[in-house]
Structures are given as structure tokens and as C-alpha cells.
């Protein structure tokens, strides 16, 4: 079992993954116990921190042996009947108004680290996924603005599904906001 000390991490990535599977008899186990391995600290936009603690892919079996899967992942984008559970960390909008802010290097790093997803991004951070989205906010505040401009605020706490409809997350706070999502992957109606 491997086992690291969370505090080990960084602050923005400490998060621990817990896996359980199970042993030769058959008995329940926890085979992995640890940082999130598929994990990035960007460096175009400190702060923004992006986590697959897990996937599935449409008809696959339970890994009785916990087996991680997320290194096999090549879309986060979950086709129909697949799963992507993705935790991020916002930082404020403010960040990319900074000088400093490098566009093209933070779309260059999102391509890399969240392909399917951040080829259906926007400019101004508007998406629409082919999926239903579990969303709920573990730490801060933040708004959810639809494409009709409509806007809601969000704090720690609350959930949100999504039904494959166009949206964008703003954190106009000045403290960074992490959220965890679950996308299940779905035809999508119309």
C-alpha cells in the first residue's frame, strides 16, 4: 500500500486519494493511500490547481484490485456512460489581469492537462460539455454565469447539476475557490 504524508504537498494541492479494492480472499482493502497522482500546480496561472483523483470508461467493470485508471485517460471529456471525477482550484479572476498573465501559456498548459475540455472553451471561459455534471463547492466562493448572462453565486456547500448547458465559472473573490465535479458522459438531446 502506498501511503505519503499529505503534508508533504504543496498547500493548494494537498488533497489525499483513498483507493479500495481487494485482497486474494476477496476481502475489502485500501490498495492506495496518497497525493492525487494525476495532479498540476499551473505555472501560467498560480493557483489554478487541476486534480483526476478518478475515471471510468462506458461498460467497464469494477477493478477489483483498485487498479488506477486515470494514467490511461486521454480525454477528460468522458464519452456516453463514462465518469471523470476532477477537482480545480480557482484562483480570483483578478490573476488574469495581472501583466504577468500569459494567455497562450495557460491555454498551451489546459490542452495539455485537460484535453476534450479545453478544446471546447471559449475565450472568454464559456463551455459546454456533452455531460451531466455533480458539482459541488468544498471550499470559497464563486458564481456560475449561463449563457444568458444570468449569473448565481455559489459558497461552500452548495451543488450544482449541470444538463450539458453553456457555462462559465468566475471567481470574483479575492480567495481561491476549489470545487470537485463528477461528468458523467451523455447523448446528448437535440
Not at 461498460?59 to 471529456?77: A, F
Amino acid at each position: 500500500m502506498d501511503r505519503a504524508d499529505p503534508t508533504d504537498l504543496n498547500e493548494e494541492s494537498r488533497m489525499r486519494r483513498v483507493v479500495t479494492g481487494h485482497d486474494e480472499n476477496g476481502r475489502s482493502v485500501v490498495v492506495s493511500d496518497g497525493p492525487i497522482p494525476r495532479s498540476r500546480d499551473f505555472t501560467s496561472l498560480p493557483g489554478w490547481v487541476s486534480r483526476l483523483p478518478w475515471a471510468t470508461e462506458p461498460g467497464e467493470r469494477v477493478s477489483r484490485t483498485g487498479e488506477d485508471p486515470t494514467p490511461k485517460i486521454t480525454s477528460l471529456l468522458p464519452a456516453p456512460g463514462g465518469t471523470r471525477f476532477i477537482v480545480l482550484t480557482f484562483p480570483p479572476d483578478t490573476a488574469m489581469a495581472d501583466p504577468a498573465f500569459d494567455p497562450v501559456a495557460f491555454d498551451r498548459e489546459q490542452r495539455a492537462d485537460s484535453p476534450g475540455i479545453a478544446d471546447l472553451m471559449e475565450p472568454d471561459g464559456m463551455h459546454t460539455t456533452p455531460t451531466v455534471d455533480y458539482g459541488i463547492v468544498l471550499q470559497g466562493d464563486i458564481v456560475l454565469e449561463l449563457d444568458d448572462g444570468h449569473r448565481t453565486p455559489l459558497s461552500a456547500g452548495d451543488i450544482v447539476i449541470q444538463n450539458a448547458t453553456r457555462h462559465s465559472w468566475r471567481n470574483r473573490s479575492d480567495q481561491p475557490v476549489t470545487m470537485a465535479f463528477v461528468l458523467v458522459g451523455a447523448e446528448r438531446d437535440g
